[in-house]
């Protein structure tokens, strides 16, 4: 067990752990980023019914969707340089924050094909019609009507999953990167106030995630501009 | 200016058109009648591809394709010629009146803003919706959606408007309002193909009546000949089921 319980050691951990904050974030955003792309790419072979290409991609789906977060970063951590290592490249040097990075990047892809997919399935076949009746070309009609639109639905299941995300990059500290939960887990060995230390990193999660709900509300407000009052989603 | 030859569709082992054949002239107001199923909307829906025909041609203005030998390119050409108005109106819902309006004519006829704005305006006012170009369509009534989907349809300045019974989802009440346009626009000289089950306003507006059932054409004419001295059993036999009222005058 630790020495005894200091509540003022709570708010002296505060801005240490924060100065980590950057790492978590930085993870969030590339993930993201990357996880929309790779979403968009994957969601298109089950949409347009391409034979073996949409069964690769259902597989991948329900691996993602059926395996915990951590064994992933795992699976990536140890597997991709022995992958690669088949082809003479090296990258067991790398800086573990980019396995993480890639990890939660293929994470959301996953996550983000499936709720992509739902979201285009959604939109009124009409506005396809429509956009092809005034002479629009099938990538302008899905890029400038459907996509827009697809995106509006999409976004509070994108939402929830991203909040998801940020708490899960906690675990990256597993392979080493330190972020706030790493720079936590060093206080704890240094200073044996172990949970001063969890009290002061749920409250930093906490207030993130409050930040990142608040501006999704903002963001959703935007996107439901042109629904009827009322009615917010589909 | 349109020309239709052997237009053959079939859905699965239905077959919806039976080889149409059909003649539009410049300016001409055509209206297709006949009981549901008859192939009437899929006509319509053949002349700007968003069904290809199995069979058959289709010639609008200087665009002839072949439902044989059909490329992109061909049908983008099609499209270009027509404008559709949709019975469920299906208006960009997340574009307010004017962008709806100003859409084709920036993105397909790439016409600057200001231009398009001005085109815009002008087919809004001439709806009688220019003082809410900057509603989105939910905030619209249905003959107001409707209006502006003919504006939309009309600031393309096609060679042909088709019109998929336009006033079939409205109710009864606004159904006035949007006659009142399509009329308005007949005037102007615009060539348009109406698919509708109003048969008044077909009789009064049309130039020539088409009567369809089951995926060929039963009989065409003026529509002084269609409504009163029909030659075919099944087009009486319609018209006095869709028109009640002529019981009681002859």
Same mark, same amino acid.
């Given at each position: 067990m630790g020495k005894a319980f200091d509540p003022i050691l709570i708010i002296e951990f505060l801005p240490t752990l924060i100065k980590y904050l950057g790492v978590t974030l930085e993870i969030v955003f590339f993930s993201m980023i990357f996880g929309t792309i790779i979403g968009i790419i994957v969601a298109l072979p089950k949409l347009f019914h391409i034979p073996i290409v949409r069964q690769i991609v259902t597989l991948y789906i329900s691996f993602i969707r059926g395996t915990p977060i951590l064994i992933q970063l795992f699976l990536v951590y140890y597997g991709l340089p022995a992958l690669l290592s088949i082809w003479n490249i090296d990258i067991t040097r790398m800086d573990a924050l980019y396995f993480v990075i890639i990890t939660y990047s293929l994470s959301h892809g996953a996550i983000f094909a499936e709720i992509f997919r739902g979201a285009i399935q959604a939109i009124d076949i009409g506005q396809t019609e429509a956009a092809y009746s005034i002479g629009m070309k099938p990538l302008q009609s899905f890029f400038r009507i459907v996509l827009p639109q697809a995106i509006r639905i999409a976004f509070p299941n994108m939402a929830n999953s991203i909040i998801g995300s940020l708490k899960d990059t906690s675990l990256a500290f597993t392979i080493g990167v330190m972020d706030m939960m790493g720079r936590g887990e060093t206080l704890i060995s240094s200073t044996a106030h172990a949970l001063e230390v969890y009290i002061s990193l749920s409250i930093v999660y906490y207030v993130i995630v409050l930040v990142f709900e608040k501006i999704f509300k903002i963001s959703e407000r935007y996107f439901n501009r042109y629904q009827p009052h009322g009615i917010s989603s589909i | 200016m349109i020309e239709i030859e052997g237009l053959k569709k079939k859905f699965g082992h239905n077959e919806v058109l039976k080889g149409i054949n059909m003649h539009v002239e410049k300016g001409e107001i055509i209206s297709i009648l006949g009981p &549901?199923? &008859?192939g009437k909307t899929t006509l319509l829906r053949c002349l700007n591809y968003l069904e290809s025909p199995d069979e058959g041609q289709i010639v609008i203005d200087d665009v002839l394709i072949n439902a044989h030998k059909v490329n992109k390119k061909d049908i983008y050409q099609l499209r270009k010629k027509s404008a559709m108005v949709f019975q469920a109106y299906n208006l960009f819902q997340h574009k307010t009146v004017l962008q709806n309006v100003m859409e084709g004519l920036v993105v397909?006829? !790439? !016409?600057s803003v200001n231009e398009a704005k001005e085109k815009a305006l002008e087919v809004l006012q001439k709806v009688g919706l220019k003082n809410k170009i900057d509603a989105y369509p939910s905030q619209l009534s249905g003959g107001q959606q409707q209006r502006v989907g003919i504006a939309r349809a009309l600031a393309l300045n096609p060679e042909v408007i088709l019109f998929d019974e336009p006033t079939s989802a409205l109710d009864p009440e606004l159904v006035g309002e949007v006659l009142e346009v399509i009329a308005k626009i007949a005037r102007e000289g615009k060539t348009m193909i109406i698919v509708t089950h109003e048969m008044n306003f077909a009789r009064e507006i049309s130039d020539r009546i088409i009567f369809m059932d089951n995926g060929v054409v039963i009989e065409e004419g003026i529509p002084q000949q269609i409504f009163t001295e029909q030659k075919e059993e099944r087009t009486r036999q319609f018209l006095k089921r869709m028109t009640p009222e002529l019981d009681y005058s002859i």
């Open positions: - | &549901s199923g &008859s397909v006829q !790439k !016409k």
